[in-house]
């Protein structure tokens, strides 16, 4: 089990890390994490949600992912309530308060049961602890670190982040607020995100060894161009006063607060012809060839976050502006995004807001929303289907990705086309003899595209990380500033796995690999 002395010091990372090196040296090895808390969630091929990072380090083990990898997910929410996920679906709605006094007292069972079942499958489980095992407010009802290593009966190694200041401190403290069985399950430590000349250091790792009794398996390089999908909106902290060089294609994404599933941009920030900016204030608007609504976790109270800031009518403004001129402005919303285009909003059940609330949208699209309490999770394919002039060149494009969200929209003019048609889905489901049963669902179409096609949305989270249709896209708006189209040069599938195996090559080189495997009994 990968621990740490505080959020965000790299504990996915160096998970996934050893995920794929444990799966090069031939061993059937799997993720776990018992309680994750993100917006930026990923569904498995059966249709659950699940923790991002744990379905980013399925794939660098080469398996499919599955909840038994993270059975308790918290969704937070707008008014101190979070979502909780159980098993990939829909627990309840709990403040935190009532999450620690009347679930977590019987949430043993449930994650005890889903790592026995990950062992009993696989040579090594990989564990990953959250924030850290030192908070003594919170360890009675610990689910997720040294309880957790207990029950699984898991070594810990502790990881620390030198860069943020305070390494050996950090260690130190941490150890000596463990109970004395929790401190002797510590095997070693990982110092992470190390810059400089390490013969400088060499003098503090000693004393570090000598104060503890415990070994430094590796000092980790900083290093930011890992490629490693995140799952905390805390990454996005690095666009913070970022000034990228001008491109071709300026795409501006609007930053709402409760942002989720933002790796959907991700593809976009990897081609070279396009700039990403991150955009909070209308001052920073500018005049970008697309913006981006992306994912939220409370579309209502994001839009009115929009409304107040004055982006919303910044929005309006430039889209005005630029159809007097006739100059395209492309505007797109994904999912939470899509929902904020439409005309309305509408809370009957209190899913996202109070009760009966309706709100006004950004009147872009020619459609509006029911929030339901029944939420849609799950893996779909299509073909891409819009009749729009500005389109034809994708049309017939096959589509994959998936979908996280509790609201249907209904298209309210005929002039509006879909998207994407999706594909019907064969479930195997009991039957009522308790045989299964091979039923197959038919599949609405997704997404409204604009009358004139520069505005869109859609349901389909992943819609970039399709290669042909996201280069093809990117060539129509070369084509209408003047610029030639380019060929399909980012694969991003194979991206992703170039990049898990530069990151285990990195850890390689600088983790003592050979007492990490003496320490899980696989020298």
């Not at 920030?269 to 939220?296: A, C, F, M």
């Not at 109270?301 to 430039?318: F, P, Y």
Request: hydrophobic fraction near 40%.
């Amino acid at each position: 089990m990968l621990q740490g002395t505080a959020s965000d010091v790299g504990k996915s990372v160096v998970t996934t890390a050893l995920c794929r090196i444990f799966k090069q040296d031939g061993y059937r090895v799997a993720p776990f994490k018992s309680q994750n808390m993100a917006l930026n969630s990923y569904v498995t091929p059966d249709g659950k949600e699940i923790g991002r990072a744990q379905g980013v380090q399925a794939e660098a083990c080469g398996i499919t992912a599955t909840t038994d990898m993270n059975p308790v997910l918290i969704k937070p929410m707008q008014d101190m309530q979070s979502q909780i996920i159980v098993h990939g679906k829909p627990y309840r709605n709990m403040s935190a308060l009532h999450y620690r006094s009347d679930f977590l007292p019987v949430a043993r069972q449930l994650v005890t049961e889903a790592v026995e079942r990950l062992k009993a499958e696989y040579d090594i489980v990989v564990m990953e602890g959250a924030g850290s095992p030192a908070e003594i407010n919170l360890k009675h009802n610990d689910i997720v670190n040294m309880n957790m290593a207990k029950w699984a009966d898991a070594p810990v190694i502790l990881i620390a982040d030198i860069d943020r200041g305070g390494v050996f401190a950090s260690i130190v403290g941490t150890l000596e607020l463990l109970e004395p069985d929790e401190r002797e399950r510590v095997v070693g430590f990982i110092i992470n995100k190390f810059r400089g000349d390490l013969e400088l250091l060499r003098p503090g790792l000693t004393w570090l060894e000598e104060r503890t009794g415990k070994p430094v398996l590796g000092v980790l390089p900083y290093a930011d161009d890992l490629d490693i999908e995140a799952e905390d909106s805390v990454a996005l902290e690095q666009w913070k006063g970022r000034i990228d060089p001008e491109r071709d294609i300026d795409i501006a994404v609007l930053a709402i607060p409760r942002i989720s599933n933002f790796t959907d941009i991700d593809p976009l920030t990897s081609e070279s012809d396009v700039r990403i900016r991150y955009v909070k204030h209308p001052q920073q608007l500018g005049d970008p060839d697309v913006v981006i609504i992306p994912g939220s976790k409370s579309t209502i109270a994001d839009l009115l976050w929009l409304q107040t800031t004055g982006l919303a009518e910044a929005l309006t403004v430039l889209r005005e502006r630029r159809s007097r001129e006739e100059k395209d402005l492309r505007i797109v919303g994904i999912c939470g995004g899509y929902q904020m285009l439409g005309k309305l909003l509408i809370d009957l059940e209190g899913v996202e807001a109070e009760p009966g609330t309706i709100v006004e949208g950004l009147g872009l699209l020619p459609i509006e929303t029911e929030f339901a309490a029944i939420k849609r999770t799950e893996q779909v394919k299509g073909t891409l289907i819009t009749s729009s002039p500005s389109w034809r060149p994708l049309q017939g494009l096959a589509m994959e990705g998936y979908e996280i969200h509790m609201g249907r929209s209904v298209k309210l003019s005929s002039d509006a086309t879909a998207l994407v048609r999706l594909a019907a889905v064969a479930v195997d489901s009991p039957g009522d003899s308790g045989v299964s049963d091979i039923t197959t669902l038919s599949r609405t179409d997704d997404g409204c595209v604009s009358e004139d096609g520069f505005v869109f949305g859609t349901y389909l989270h992943g819609l970039f990380h399709n290669d042909e249709f996201r280069r093809g896209w990117l060539n129509i708006i070369r084509t209408s500033k003047g610029f030639d189209p380019l060929p399909v040069q980012l694969r991003f599938k194979e991206k992703k796995e170039q990049a898990y195996d530069r990151l285990a090559e990195l850890t390689r080189k600088h983790l003592n690999m050979e007492a990490i495997r003496k320490v899980i009994g696989c020298d």
